[in-house]
């Protein structure tokens, strides 16, 4: 509980003395947690726990319908996301601000829901460089918004109107933008997204931005929560509110899911940062090729988490049939993940032809001395592998599942495969690997196709056109 969330519990009498009992409860557990985590330990892990709720949530309609405020003629907008971890969505947040600050279209801020160290705080350095500010919400309240939060009626009945469920981190977050005053937030994944949502709509933000996960929340049994459902489908239907995808698929998977038509979700192709993306030197390139393949074999690489969703068994059974066809070809996986074990047996009666590297720091050299890069994911959002691969000439294959779809040329950068079709997966790497033609032309087209249709500058384009 941070410090706007305090002020406002503390506005009420009868919040007071249910807390009072609380805190003699919570003392003796929170001791008994401490002595065997540490008090450090415990403070994170109850910083980081989402709100949970049970049952379905119900939005009043007169929080809906609140009205906004005017909007300043040089916009602030306000970004709010869990953390600046190393996911995609931080990173795509990062390119954004960075690259809109700029321009001085608008001022951009980042506000966090979990504190600001270790793998949480991965992309911060990158956008304070870029003079954005970034902080965690509540982490320092201002005084005025803590006196209205504790006596101020309308705001109580404001953030009163809030369901339950979701006070915990909306409060927090309201108490951010009545301090900031922004003309936008722009919140990112599910939790972030319908918290920050809210308490934008009953602080009279006058313009919501939603930026999606790959797909619906219900294909992530560790991240999903009942009330997400009811809580976008309640701000879909304020005008003040823009909902944005990062491929066609996501948006469709969602606007099924909620219930909703798709032309309701926005879709704005994620971008890619030139000076983020490191070109491989060409010596380099030659010497991780000479690893890769020493005997001059052509590499089928895969770069990909080992778990569930992205199918490394599919790679490894695919790798089968390329080898039994070619020679010449060698096949070679990088990433880590809970299926590591496992795959390293599947893989093991290919002998050294089929080679698991594990986790490396120089994917792009190994993209870049590939012959092909396969993806055999069941569901995707907008895979970077495929996109960074394209970026440096390497041809792909992959299932035509999600945001894959978008991120291919199909036919000309690469080819798309039904999503369990393992012999048509190894036949198209097996020409990609054997046609130096067809290699030559489909690397040609992957290095302008990835520029084209996730050029950065476009991004930012797209993203400006929903503030505006």
């Not at 947040?93 to 504190?115: D, F, K, Y």
């Not at 074990?341 to 986790?359: D, K, M, N, S, T």
Request: proline share 7%; aromatic share 4%; net charge positive.
């Amino acid at each position: 509980m941070a410090g706007y969330e305090r002020a406002f519990l503390r506005g009420d009498p009868l919040l007071r003395r249910v807390l009072r009992f609380a805190r003699r409860i919570a003392r003796g557990v929170a001791r008994r947690v401490a002595a065997r985590l540490g008090p450090r330990v415990t403070q994170r892990l109850l910083a980081m726990l989402p709100p949970r709720g049970g049952g379905p949530m119900t939005v009043p309609e007169e929080l809906l319908a609140r009205p906004a405020r005017a909007a300043a003629m040089r916009p602030k907008v306000v970004h709010a996301i869990g953390s600046l971890g190393p996911g995609g969505a931080e990173r795509q947040l990062a390119a954004l601000v960075c690259g809109l600050q700029p321009r001085g279209g608008e001022t951009h801020e980042v506000l966090t829901i979990a504190a600001l160290e270790g793998a949480s705080a991965h992309y911060q350095g990158r956008i304070e460089a870029a003079a954005v500010p970034v902080s965690m919400a509540g982490s320092a309240p201002d005084p005025a918004v803590l006196a209205l939060l504790r006596h101020d009626p309308a705001t109580r009945e404001a953030l009163a109107a809030m369901p339950a469920v979701l006070r915990p981190l909306s409060v927090d977050l309201a108490g951010e933008f009545l301090a900031r005053r922004p003309d936008i937030v722009h919140a990112w994944l599910d939790q972030t997204n319908i918290c920050a949502g809210i308490a934008a709509l009953a602080t009279g933000v006058p313009r919501i931005v939603l930026s999606l996960r790959s797909v619906n929340p219900s294909h992530f049994p560790m991240l999903h929560v009942s009330w997400m459902r009811d809580g976008y489908r309640a701000l879909a239907r304020s005008p003040r509110v823009r909902i944005v995808a990062n491929s066609r698929a996501g948006a469709e998977d969602y606007a099924q899911w909620m219930g909703i038509d798709p032309a309701r979700i926005a879709v704005v192709h994620n971008g890619l940062d030139p000076a983020q993306i490191r070109e491989p030197d060409p010596v380099a390139v030659e010497r991780t090729r000479r690893e890769l393949a020493p005997n001059g074999e052509r590499v089928l690489l895969g770069v990909l988490r080992l778990s569930e969703e992205k199918r490394p068994e599919l790679f490894v059974e695919v790798a089968r049939r390329v080898l039994a066809a070619d020679a010449r070809a060698r096949a070679v996986l990088v990433g880590d993940g809970p299926l590591a074990a496992e795959i390293a047996a599947l893989a093991r009666p290919l002998g050294p032809r089929c080679v698991l590297l594990g986790r490396r720091d120089d994917v792009p050299e190994l993209m870049a001395a590939a012959r092909v890069t396969l993806l055999c994911s069941r569901m995707e959002g907008t895979p970077n592998a495929l996109i960074e691969s394209q970026w440096l000439g390497t041809p792909v294959v992959s299932t035509a599942v999600g945001g894959a779809v978008d991120a291919v040329d199909d036919g000309a950068s690469g080819f798309l495969c039904a999503r369990d079709d393992a012999a048509a997966l190894a036949v198209r790497c097996g020409e990609i690997l054997g046609d130096d033609a067809l290699h030559a032309r489909l690397s040609a087209r992957a290095r302008e196709f990835a520029r084209e249709r996730f050029a950065l500058a476009r991004m930012l384009d797209d993203t400006q056109a929903l503030y505006r």
